[in-house]
C-alpha cells in the first residue's frame, strides 16, 4: 500500500495484554483497511492520544503484508500523559488515529553478523529486528538486560529465539557488561542497541573506537 510519510490511519485498538511488569502490549487494526502500510524491522509509528498527546512506539513486528500494528508500552513513573493514558484510559475498541510506519533505526539485512542489544522496553526495536534476522537466516546475538524476571517481556517470540541471552540485573548482581559483548563479537560485526541512557552511555563507550 503506498502512502505518503507522516500520513495517518483511523485504526481500531483490537487487544491489550500484559506482557511484563508494568508494560503491556497493544494490537491496533486499520478501521478501513485489511492490509496496512508495510514496515521494516526497526520501525516506529505515532500513536495520536485523545488527550492530545502524539507519542511514538516501536513496532513489534515488521513486513511487507501487515493485518496489524502491535506495539509495548511501559508506564512511565513520570508520564506526562503518554503511557499513563494508555495504561489507564484507553480500551479495546477505541479508534484513533496511526502515523504510518517510519524507520530511524534501520537494520541492515546484509551483514556477516549483527549483535543486538535491548534493555528494558528498549527490546521492542530489537526484538523485530531479531525476528526479521531469524527469518532471514542470517547470523546474529541477541542481548536482552532487564532490571529483573519480572521485567521481561514476555508472549511476544523473544523466548523462542535460540540466541537469545538474559541478563537481570538483580539476580547477577551487575548491570550488563557491553564491553564484553562487543570486545567478544565476531570481526565486522554490525552492532545495534536501545535501551535506557546509562545503557547507551555504555555502549557508546564501547564502541567508539570502531567504525561508524
Do not use: W
Request: net charge negative; aromatic share 6%; hydrophobic share 35%.
Amino acid at each position: 500500500m503506498q502512502m505518503h510519510v507522516n500520513e495517518t490511519i483511523a485504526m481500531r485498538l483490537t487487544g491489550v495484554r500484559d506482557a511484563a511488569r508494568d508494560t503491556k502490549v497493544y494490537e491496533f487494526e486499520g478501521v478501513d483497511n485489511d492490509v496496512l502500510p508495510a514496515a521494516t524491522a526497526g520501525a516506529h509509528i505515532d500513536l495520536h492520544l485523545p488527550n492530545g498527546i502524539v507519542r511514538s512506539y516501536s513496532l513489534l513486528e515488521s513486513g511487507e503484508m501487515l493485518s496489524r500494528y502491535t506495539v509495548g508500552v511501559k508506564r512511565e513513573p513520570a508520564s506526562r500523559g503518554g503511557s499513563s493514558f494508555l495504561h489507564d484510559s484507553i480500551r479495546v475498541g477505541d479508534v484513533i488515529r496511526v502515523g504510518t510506519p517510519r524507520n530511524n533505526f534501520p537494520l541492515d539485512e546484509a551483514a556477516g553478523h549483527s549483535v543486538l542489544i535491548g534493555g528494558g522496553i528498549g527490546i521492542t526495536p530489537i526484538l523485530c529486528m531479531a525476528k526479521r534476522l531469524a527469518q532471514l537466516g542470517r547470523p546474529f546475538e541477541l542481548h536482552y538486560a532487564c532490571r529483573d524476571r519480572e521485567d521481561v517481556l514476555s508472549e511476544t517470540g523473544v523466548e523462542s529465539l535460540e540466541t537469545l541471552r538474559i541478563h537481570l540485573d538483580a539476580e547477577a548482581g551487575c548491570v550488563m557488561d557491553i564491553g564484553r559483548i562487543v570486545s567478544e563479537a565476531p570481526p565486522r560485526s554490525h552492532f545495534y542497541c536501545c535501551g535506557p541512557a546509562p545503557m547507551l552511555n555504555a555502549y557508546e563507550k564501547a564502541t567508539e573506537g570502531g567504525p561508524r
